[in-house]
């Protein structure tokens, strides 16, 4: 077997080195078109897991970089002079130039051929002459844009300008330092990668960069600025550049990493921000990943695609991760007046990798100190902490978020929400919203959803919530009141979501006259006569609602529904005093939330839910939901409830776990008000996380709750916690503990001899 592999970096040079291991046969030869010695950057930070793979794969490798490794556990966070030390991470680094010439050893001892200051010949040519193709050829991968077509490259480039520096001491933890100038916020990223030596990363927003005249400065005078701002830190010594410049982070996604023998590997195939430390990592973990696929599958072809099918969903992982702490170093100014402990553990959390229950495991000081600045009482999890609304006090942080059921006749709850919806309040969670109820016969999504359009319904309503003020005291229960707009008229979603009803449609509305999805239903234009009607009947739902005693109240302007309809670019196209402006499509979504805050009591809380995104161009953006936010609480909402998408058909959502929360963080703290965060938030842990971050107020989960009507009970339990958030109703008292199950094996029995009085007697 003839491998070529272009590009001599770590993973191209590891692959090369154990695909030549496994098979001695193989003919390997490395393209790599600059000198041995030169590379950019300085340390290489590898994890444990990592390293296991390297050793049970080569332990002459793994003993080599052993001996040079730099280890350490502390992370310090320094902000406005304050810094936080948190223990138990667990770091091994050591110099790019020591792994490079590891790797080099290892490859000639192996007998590679190993190609420096020399370009490789095009990737097209190799796939002809040789059985395998390795382009591990970097973030500007040259492979990867002349089979652009296969492989289908997206290249993300994202807001802030870094620059790789060293120093020549060792630092003492991962440091992390904000530096507040006058031009902008800047941030130190530094670790130790010898014991005389530490890489440091200094980053800042482009506009930052530009106000600090670093766009304008040359190399030396660059270094010495940074080093300035930084002294502290640094001691007050230099710092040192290889040749680096600054530069902006680009995200590689591929959909494919391979193409006929042609395989992409580390960089050319993917990157993930390094404020996780991840590039080395996963080309190291791609190279192990391939050599054993092709160990496992003789046949090239199907080797590379147990490598893609294996790859790929670990890959993705750690990129939603990057990307999360990315954007949070780039939105640094918004968390910037948190206290100094709240900050770090906000910092330290910030990828989603790191949890509240993770982090108490490293360092159970520093996370008890974060939760007594919160204002946790002992041996309280965050989450079940009380909040405020207005004249509402929920007894915990979690919501049961809405769900439709399309269970309703004539638009009447009957005894399947009351089950429903009762067994979730007798769940534990401080709030229960109903699915979305509509407030006309018109406005229904399915005819099985429910409405507050007539006094009968009313009546029903009525009938839950007595039964969880009843039964479940401390649960609060809201009603969200929404009218579906242009998604209405539609099958319940397990007969074919969004598609029209086989017989007896109705005609839909909407602020334009555009439907859903091709082949829709095209609803009317409202009209100004008819805007006035439906602000009307939200008014007497609202009013129907109180008198159903409900304790608050949502007003839906999400997904794509009426109001949803007015707020977003894409959906309102109308050229009246409705349309056009930010400013004039919130007019009628604010004209509805007036009236309805007129008729529902004072004293009790409204929220609003929006989309903070539309998933689409030219649609709703994250800085258009700031706005939207303000506008609301300018106008009495006491939170904002921040879901995203199902506005258009074509949305590209970019899932993953709590893959909308950035979007109520930001909220959060830029507009100001309080946020219910929701999206995959799956567990008590991410919770906790979340809310002692100070991401979000309060966080709604929906499939959880159903998959586990109790799940906030359970998670009570789970992390011991006995107290007022969260109280077994009376009846239940005697599951509040896992129930046993199954044998338990005693201890066999065994003999045990001590002593020489025991030998005597034994014998």
């Known amino acids: 077997m003839r491998v070529a592999v272009i590009g001599g970096g770590p993973g191209g040079l590891y692959a090369a080195a154990l695909l030549k291991r496994l098979g001695p046969t193989r003919e390997i030869t490395v393209w790599e078109r600059n000198a041995p010695d030169q590379t950019f950057g300085f340390g290489v930070v590898l994890s444990d897991e990592t390293l296991g793979g390297i050793e049970h794969a080569d332990p002459v490798v793994h003993e ?137 990363v200094i980053e800042m927003r482009e506009e930052v960069w530009r106000a600090a005249g670093y766009a304008e400065a040359g190399p030396r005078e660059s270094v010495e600025r940074c080093a300035k701002v930084f002294a502290d830190a640094l001691g007050g010594r230099p710092l040192r550049s290889d040749g680096s410049a600054w530069t902006t982070f680009r995200t590689v996604v591929n959909e494919r990493w391979s193409h006929g023998n042609v395989v992409l590997l580390g960089d050319a195939a993917h990157t993930a921000h390094f404020s996780i430390g991840s590039g080395t990592k996963l080309a190291v973990e791609d190279a192990l990943a391939l050599a054993a696929c092709l160990q496992e599958h003789p046949d090239p072809p199907a080797a590379l695609a147990a490598y893609e099918a294996e790859r790929q969903p670990v890959v993705a992982s750690t990129q939603r991760a990057a990307r999360a702490s990315l954007e949070w170093f780039e939105d640094l100014r918004l968390y910037l007046g948190q206290p100094p402990r709240r900050f770090a ?50 007894r915990n942080r979690v919501v049961v978020s809405p769900m439709d059921m399309y269970s309703a006749t004539d638009g009447v709850p009957g005894d399947f ?22 407030v006309s016969e018109e406005g229904r999504i399915t005819p099985g959803c429910t409405g507050l359009y007539t006094g009968r319904q009313a009546t029903a309503w009525r009938r839950v919530t007595d039964f969880v003020h009843r039964h479940a005291p401390g649960t609060a229960i809201g009603v969200q009141l929404g009218h579906s707009g242009r998604k209405g008229s539609t099958r319940p979603m397990w007969e074919g979501m969004d598609e029209p009803l086989p017989t007896g449609n109705w005609p839909v509305v909407a602020a334009s006259p555009l439907p859903y999805r091709p082949g829709g239903q095209t609803p009317r234009e409202l009209s100004r006569a008819q805007l006035t009607d439906i602000r009307e009947q939200f008014a007497a739902a609202a009013w129907r609602a109180a008198r159903a005693g409900f304790d608050l109240l949502e007003l839906h302007c999400a997904h794509g529904y009426l109001l949803s309809g007015f707020l977003s670019p894409l959906t309102n196209l109308r050229t009246d005093s409705y349309g056009g402006s930010p400013e004039r499509r919130l007019r009628f979504p604010l004209e509805v939330f007036d009236a309805v805050r007129a008729v529902w009591p004072a004293e009790w809380p409204m929220t609003v839910r929006i989309s903070a995104t539309d998933w689409a161009a030219g649609g709703t953006s994250a800085e258009d939901a700031v706005g939207i936010a303000r506008a609301f609480a300018a106008h009495g909402a006491d939170a904002i409830d921040v879901s995203t998408g199902q506005v258009v058909a074509g949305e590209r959502p970019e899932f993953g776990r709590s893959y909308q929360t950035p979007f109520a963080d930001r909220i959060r703290h830029e507009a100001g008000v309080p946020v219910i965060a929701v999206g995959a938030i799956s567990s008590w842990d991410d919770v906790n996380s979340l809310i002692l971050a100070g991401r979000a107020d309060l966080c709604a989960l929906a499939r959880p709750h159903l998959y586990d009507p109790h799940w906030t009970l359970h998670a009570a339990a789970e992390q011991g916690y006995t107290g007022p958030g969260a109280l077994w109703p009376a009846p239940y008292r005697a599951g509040s503990r896992p129930p046993r199950t199954g044998r338990t094996e005693a201890p066999r029995p065994r003999l045990t001899l001590g002593g020489p009085d025991a030998r005597q007697s034994a014998d």
């Open 64 to 200: 080599a970089l052993r001996r040079h490794f730099v280890r350490w556990d502390d992370i310090d966070v320094v902000h406005r002079g304050v810094r936080h030390r948190s223990g138990g991470h667990g770091f091994a680094a050591l110099g790019r130039h020591r792994l490079l010439r590891v790797l080099h050893e290892r490859c000639r001892a192996l007998g590679v051929e190993l190609r420096f200051g020399t370009e490789a010949p095009p990737a097209g040519r190799l796939a002809r002459e040789y059985d395998l193709v390795i382009a591990a050829d970097g973030v500007h991968s040259a492979t990867r844009a002349s089979l652009a077509a296969e492989f289908r490259p997206r290249v993300t480039a994202h807001r802030c300008r870094y620059i790789w520096l060293a120093a020549d001491f060792a630092f003492d933890a991962f440091r992390f330092e904000i530096a507040e100038t006058g031009h902008g916020v800047m941030q130190l990223h530094g670790y130790p990668y010898a014991a005389d030596a530490s890489t440091v």
């Open 345 to 394: 553990f906000n910092l330290l959390t910030r990828s989603r990798r790191v949890t509240h229950g993770n982090l108490r495991l490293r360092d159970a000081r520093f996370t008890e100190a974060v939760e007594r600045e919160f204002g946790c009482p002992p041996g309280t999890p965050p989450m079940f902490t009380p909040y405020r609304l207005r004249g509402l006090t929920l």
């Open 417 to 438: 929400h009351l089950v429903h919806l009762g067994a979730r309040a007798l769940g534990g969670a401080g709030l229960v919203l109903t699915e979305m109820v509509c």
